[in-house]
């Protein structure tokens, strides 16, 4: 069974910074993958916020673009998301989704992935 684990969610003012990481075993993978990161808050859809493939190509939500980086380090399976100038509108449980054999999508090939528990990030004004 794949595993995939999320940590690093937290509580920050508005304008704060967060890293979430996650660990998923894509470090010795040889074929594509796609990596990335959705969230959902309290009684809204689950949105996509970004995404990254084997070879690093990223994206980003308009939502979150100039404001978050997703990065990944293949030597410790680690995926990353750092997050600035954080608004209250971030507020919600974040979602690390590891999917083999595929490339990523705008989030749509990540939906069929393996999915973490999850992590809450709160963002007060």
């Known amino acids: 069974q794949v595993q995939v684990e999320e940590s690093g969610g937290g509580s920050v003012q508005a304008g704060g910074s967060l890293t979430l990481s996650c660990v998923a075993p894509f470090g010795s993978s040889r074929d594509m993958y796609c990596l990335g990161w959705f969230r959902q808050a309290p009684e809204q859809e689950r949105e996509w916020v970004a995404d990254i493939n084997r070879y690093s190509a990223t994206a980003y939500a308009d939502s979150v673009t100039g404001r978050f980086i997703i990065s990944k380090l293949s030597a410790k399976s680690t995926l990353s998301l750092q997050m600035d100038s954080l608004k209250p509108e971030d507020t919600g449980m974040y979602f690390c989704?590891?999917?083999?054999?595929?490339?990523?999508?705008?989030?749509?090939?990540?939906?069929?992935?393996?999915w973490g528990q999850g992590t809450q990030v709160t963002v007060s004004s």
């Open positions: 989704v590891y999917k083999p054999g595929s490339d990523c999508s705008y989030g749509a090939s990540l939906e069929s992935g393996y």
